[in-house]
């Protein structure tokens, strides 16, 4: 099963991290510009 976890801000912006097979997949996620995704344990 695959899907995207989506993040709305009250700007227009909307971060899309992609889910597939249980697994979160940062490297595939759809930034805007100026936006990073760090990851923590």
């Known amino acids: ?3 995207s976890i ?3 801000y ?3 912006i ?3 991290i ?3 097979r249980d697994a979160i997949h940062p ?3 759809k930034l805007a ?3 990073t995704l760090r ?3």
Do not use: C, D, H
Request: charged letters at 35%.
């Open 33 to 35: 510009k100026g936006y």
């Open 14 to 16: 909307e971060l899309r």
């Open 27 to 29: 490297e595939k996620a």
């Open 18 to 20: 992609p889910v597939e």
């Open 1 to 3: 099963m695959s899907f």
């Open 10 to 12: 009250p700007n227009p």
């Open 6 to 8: 989506v993040l709305k």
């Open 39 to 41: 990851l923590e344990q």
